[in-house]
């Protein structure tokens, strides 16, 4: 892990003191993270200059928004767990989303006071959610509402008394909060086969490719990514700890803001502006154009030009365009820590395309020991002009 933090800094410091003496500093190697596997970038491009104007004044945070404390089946207190979060981990933004169905009045004020305690522009955001944990239907992460709705009905027990998927959908949609699925999979009904509902298609934002130890590299949550896709929701990827213990593997969702404060991070999250990685600190940037991941192309083109950046500290190996039925419309091998790729793709191969990166796991710090390969997904961008093809077989 090299300190992410330092290094954004000194960047955002290079584009402030211009092209010419960032160029002078990047070739001379002062001050630069020196890398094995070096470079992979287009001829006459400048990896540092590229990577300062695609990110266009955002950062890249990295955080976990799903976890446990003893006010559910957890342990430590919320105090506890936002402390270790902030200190230890260092998480950008940590998200205490215990069990409804356990958790007392008391045990929710208690969690959204200390989220309200630790919770510092510019350097920690906490967030109070809950996790609706129905026992076939699916669970789901909820963030920063008033209130909460557990899976055993609602703590007003009138107009949601019936613990369904419906209610719990109609829930999210009166209070205009946002959610996320959660381990697709586990329990088996996965939302009614992540049957597409219209009224919360602005509710849920996300969709967890990773939980726990299981991430992008094992596949089984990540499978559900492109048919949640598929079915129309507009879901960004995520990759959480879920855990119920303080302790942490390098799995995060990054969310891309401009700052870091609570409703920056919950904005980005909103946009899908999001990925999912397997490793700690892998940067990546995907766009079209100023279409950050997330957004919906805005103008018809036969051919639509992505960028690509990608940093780690760990040889880059693989990079892919995918498509619906998780297609894929371009590849990439390198063995760089550092990438810049400009693939282009035809507009009517698909209605929306994301990037998942591949990188060779030399730390061995995956949760996961025999895991070769740590793996990041983005949200997609959306393509309206494309043809939805159903490619799976
Ligand atoms: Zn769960
Ligand atoms: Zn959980």
Redesign the pocket.
């Known amino acids: 892990m090299i300190n992410k933090k330092v290094k954004t800094k000194w960047i955002f410091c290079v584009s402030l003191i211009g092209v010419l003496f960032a160029t002078a500093l990047s070739n001379g190697g002062q001050a630069q993270v020196a890398y094995a596997g070096g470079q992979d970038i287009p001829p006459g491009v400048n990896f540092y200059i590229e990577k300062q104007k695609l990110l266009g004044g955002m950062n890249l945070y990295f955080g976990n928004l799903h976890s446990h404390t003893a006010c559910s089946d957890g342990e430590g207190t919320p105090e506890q767990a936002f402390a270790w979060a902030r200190d230890v981990i260092r998480f950008d933004f940590y998200a205490i989303t215990d069990h409804a169905e356990q958790l007392s009045s008391k045990e929710w004020e208690e969690i959204g006071k200390q989220a309200d305690k630790f919770n510092t522009n510019g350097r920690f955001v906490a967030i109070r959610g809950f996790?609706w944990?129905h026992p076939y239907e699916g669970?789901s992460c909820v963030w920063n509402t008033r209130k909460y709705i557990s899976a055993w009905g609602e703590e007003t027990a009138d107009t949601y008394s019936k613990p369904t998927l419906g209610l719990f959908y109609r829930w999210i949609d009166d209070k205009d909060a946002v959610a996320q699925f959660?381990?697709p999979g586990r329990p088996k009904g996965i939302f009614r086969n992540l049957h597409f509902e219209s009224d919360v298609a602005d509710n849920i934002i996300a969709i967890e490719t990773g939980n726990k130890g299981t991430g992008n590299n094992d596949g089984s949550y990540y499978r559900w990514y492109p048919i949640a896709l598929d079915k129309g929701w507009k879901v960004a990827p995520t990759n959480n700890l879920?855990n119920h213990k303080l302790v942490a593997n390098p799995h995060r969702t990054v969310a891309i803001a401009p700052l870091l404060n609570r409703d920056a991070i919950l904005d980005a999250m909103k946009e899908r502006r999001a990925y999912s990685t397997d490793d700690g600190n892998m940067e990546v940037i995907f766009k079209s154009g100023d279409c950050w991941m997330g957004s919906t192309l805005r103008v018809p083109s036969p051919t639509i030009n992505f960028d690509v950046v990608v940093e780690d500290d760990e040889p880059i190996v693989k990079l892919e365009i995918l498509t619906n039925g998780g297609k894929v419309v371009a590849e990439k091998n390198t063995e760089a820590n550092q990438v810049v790729w400009k693939p282009s793709v035809e507009s009517s191969s698909g209605t929306y395309f994301f990037l998942r990166v591949f990188e060779r796991n030399d730390r061995h710090d995956d949760d996961n020991p025999t895991a070769d390969m740590q793996i990041a997904v983005t949200a997609p961008i959306w393509n309206p002009y494309g043809s939805q093809h159903l490619y799976w077989s």
């Open positions: 996790e944990s669970h959660n381990h879920d």
